[in-house]
């Protein structure tokens, strides 16, 4: 790591792990399609409003402060992105939820979350949802069923096939047993025998996260892209916890979720 000269404008581009990942595939899964900007290394606290020489010095420190050189760990930079809202936007989104904790009795308990943005939309784009530890409880797909409408025909009728699940699992389909973590076969079923499933959630497969956790914490997590999840507990020797990290794709607003499961009486 080591700072760049911020006399002059310099653009200093990196791949991190999950970019050279991507890249050693060679699958032309590496393609950029987004950019983030962030504000990590800006201490606002430090803009100046007495500054004896006027109000064009009110952020000359913070102007003149060193920039850190381009991290390759998508987890250590890009910490405080910064986000797009309409003009004149006096308040800043928030995320609502039910509660700000899930408590589970037992194992197999399943609790559905479905957050809700003040002060802005994520209803297009969704929210991500990331499992701190998914030892203890696990993220599903929030199916939602609806009835089909049916109408009179005359003669024999025709059967249905299996609903179309389309792109969940990151636009992979279920003919080739492509199932999101915790979707078994069983719901297929269930939607082909006379309701239309439709789910929004899919993998997260981005190049950044918006949960920033160590190595050992990256790898019991879990993160799932939608509009809503369903938070199914595991069975566990003893009462544990966790968290679960709320963010709107759109808004960039975040909200934490306390999780706790009691150990299973039957491992006792």
């Keep these: 790591m080591g700072f760049l000269n911020n006399t002059s404008i310099t653009v200093d581009a990196v791949l991190t792990k999950k970019g050279r990942e991507a890249l050693a595939r060679g699958q032309d899964e590496f393609n950029i399609t987004k950019f983030a900007l962030a504000d990590d290394e800006i201490d606002y606290r430090l803009w100046d409003v007495t500054h004896p020489n006027g109000s064009n010095y009110y952020g000359a420190v913070i102007e003149n402060m060193p920039l850190l050189e381009a991290f390759v760990d998508e987890n250590q930079i890009m910490r405080f992105k910064l986000v797009s809202l309409p003009k004149n936007t006096a308040k800043l989104p928030i995320l609502e939820l039910p509660s700000p904790n899930l408590a589970f009795t037992g194992p197999g308990i399943t609790q559905t979350v479905v957050p809700n943005t003040r002060n802005g939309s994520d209803a297009e784009a969704g929210y991500s949802f ?42 992979a389909g279920f003919a080739a047993g492509n199932f999101p973590p915790g979707f078994t076969p069983a719901d297929l079923a269930a939607a082909s025998a006379g309701a239309a499933a439709i789910s929004d959630i899919q993998t997260n497969v981005g190049a950044t996260t918006p949960v920033f956790l160590n190595e050992e914490e990256r790898k019991r997590s879990i993160t799932l892209e939608g509009k809503s999840i369903r938070v199914v507990s595991r069975s566990v020797t003893a009462d544990t916890s966790t968290n679960l990290t709320v963010t709107g794709l759109s808004t960039g607003a975040t909200f934490n979720v306390a999780i706790t499961v009691k150990a299973d009486p039957s491992r006792l």
């Design 130 to 171: 990331t499992l701190h530890d998914a030892t203890i409880a696990n993220l599903t797909p929030n199916i939602i069923r609806r009835k089909r409408k049916r109408r009179r025909r005359r003669g024999r009728g025709r059967g249905r096939g299996p609903a179309n699940f389309g792109n969940i699992a990151g636009g």
